[in-house]
């Protein structure tokens, strides 16, 4: 099964407004990152949060690490119709190199 | 740096054909990771590969294979295909450097197979 799951799966809304997913995982990560999917493009990579973070901001990207919940979130801030895309959340187990991701959050911003 | 590029964009096969795509990672980066996506089972791990040699596994069957080579250019390989294999393969790079601590993975664009 997936380790990370996101909800909502799916979050249409205006431009302007703020978009939040969220991401919940099973077990110790070394950290957890955000990729971004344009139309079942390659992924591009957002953030990168590490375990011993708690909060990490990157332009209009807030992303929240609560390891105690195994959860995360990612905020963008006065969203564009250029942010329509899929949202993804990737972690990987402590000590291996394999990089699991959750089924993905479709963002839609209308114009 | 050129980014991460990936050959052929698009491939139709019929069932029981053998097909072979290939990843060729940003230049410097020595491990290649390859994934499937499909609508149904989203982003699965299939191999990474980090200086010619498999370093982890995701839960394929055999007939999904891989290699890399000495100039970290990999190539996977999927054999007796089935209709389910229909998916957007895609491959990512990374450095590989920092010894099981998870890094950026830099995607190319994928290839999208269409099985017959």
């Known amino acids: 099964s997936q380790q990370g799951e996101e909800d909502p799966q799916a979050l249409s809304i205006q431009e302007g407004e703020n978009a939040t997913m969220n991401c919940s995982y099973k077990t110790s990560i070394n950290n957890l990152q955000w990729y971004r999917q344009n139309s079942g493009r390659g992924l591009v990579h957002l953030i990168l949060i590490r375990s011993n973070e708690r909060e990490k901001h990157s332009g209009r990207l807030r992303v929240t690490l609560d390891t105690s919940k195994k959860s995360s979130s990612l905020l963008i801030t006065a969203s564009r119709a250029a942010d329509t895309a899929s949202y993804f959340c990737a972690t990987q187990n402590t000590g291996g190199f394999k990089t699991i991701f959750g089924a993905g959050t479709r963002l839609f911003v209308k114009a | 740096k050129a980014g991460v590029t990936q050959t052929p964009r698009y491939l139709i096969k019929t069932r029981g054909q053998q097909v072979t795509l290939s990843c060729s990672p940003i230049?410097?980066?020595?491990?290649v990771s390859w994934y499937q996506q499909t609508p149904g089972q989203g982003l699965q791990f299939l191999f990474e590969?980090?200086?010619?040699?498999?370093?982890n596994k995701g839960n394929f069957p055999g007939r999904f294979s891989g290699r890399q080579f000495s100039n970290s250019r990999s190539e996977m390989n999927v054999s007796t295909l089935e209709l389910g294999d229909s998916a957007l393969y895609l491959c990512a790079s990374s450095s590989g450097l920092t010894s099981g601590k998870q890094e950026t993975q830099y995607f190319g664009p994928g290839t999208r197979l269409l099985v017959l």
């Open positions: 590969y980090f200086s010619e040699t498999q370093r």
């Open positions: 230049s410097g980066h020595r491990s």
